[in-house]
């Protein structure tokens, strides 16, 4: 069985404030993706990054970072100096083979608000 | 431009009506999937497709049917919808299964009343 956690319901902070998302999951296999997809008040679902499992070297993007830990099953995003057009809702997700095949599993999401 | 295109974006209808919910994608995928998304449960998913003719079930698949006849389309069809099955619907495809990223389409709001 898979399981992506994200704790955090909603996060409000104030523009140029660091913020960091949440990701804890659990799997069986030593094989596995983890991504972060976007989904700004617009609605569209954006893909952000893709980790495997072998693949623990984090991941720097402009203000957005991702920190990868095996150790505790966590796959954490950060946002620097968050700003206005970050308010969305975040979703992490992990894909193993526990049914066979590879199908991604979604946590429930994180809505960011960032306030001006 | 490579994308995943959903028709109709919006949708009101009737218990009981049957509908079809397309979607296409123009990369040449072979996975595609739908999701459907509600409040404080995050995306969920109904069904998935590896290839094909080759379709399964996924988390939430009751009340709803799919097919893959051609490898770009991979329709939603709700056979009699019900007041539940309101939500908003997604569909994804990918270059394979879930080792790779997702490209969502734009969504569906379905209202059934």
């Known amino acids: 069985a898979q399981k992506v956690t994200q704790a955090q319901t909603e996060i409000s902070v104030v523009e140029k404030e660091d913020v960091t998302l949440d990701c804890v999951y659990e799997?069986?296999?030593?094989?596995?993706?983890l991504f972060w997809y976007k989904q700004p008040p617009s609605g569209e679902l954006v893909f952000l990054i893709r980790?495997?499992?072998?693949?623990?070297q984090n991941e720097i993007s402009g203000r957005y970072s991702w920190n990868f830990q095996k150790s505790t099953s966590s796959f954490n995003f950060t946002i620097t100096a968050s700003q206005v057009v970050d308010s969305a809702v975040y979703f992490c997700a992990l894909s193993d083979s526990s049914g066979g095949s590879y199908i991604p599993t979604f946590g429930r999401g994180t809505s960011l608000i960032v306030h001006p | 431009e490579a994308q995943v295109t959903q028709n109709p974006r919006y949708l009101i209808t009737v218990t009981g009506k049957k509908l079809t919910v397309t979607c296409s994608q123009n990369?040449?995928?072979?996975?595609m999937s739908w999701y459907r998304q509600d409040p404080g449960l995050g995306l969920r998913q109904i069904y998935y497709s590896m290839n094909v003719e080759v379709t399964d079930k996924g988390d939430v698949p009751e009340g709803y049917k799919v097919s893959r006849k051609e490898k770009r389309n991979f329709p939603l069809i709700l056979e009699s919808p019900s007041p539940n099955q309101t939500s908003l619907y997604f569909c994804?495809?990918?270059?394979?299964?879930?080792?790779?990223?997702?490209?969502f389409g734009p969504g569906t709001r379905l209202t059934v009343t």
């Open positions: 980790r495997n499992s072998f693949d623990e």
């Open positions: 994804a495809s990918s270059m394979t299964s879930g080792r790779s990223e997702q490209y």
């Open positions: 990369m040449n995928h072979e996975y």
């Open positions: 799997t069986r296999d030593t094989t596995y993706y």
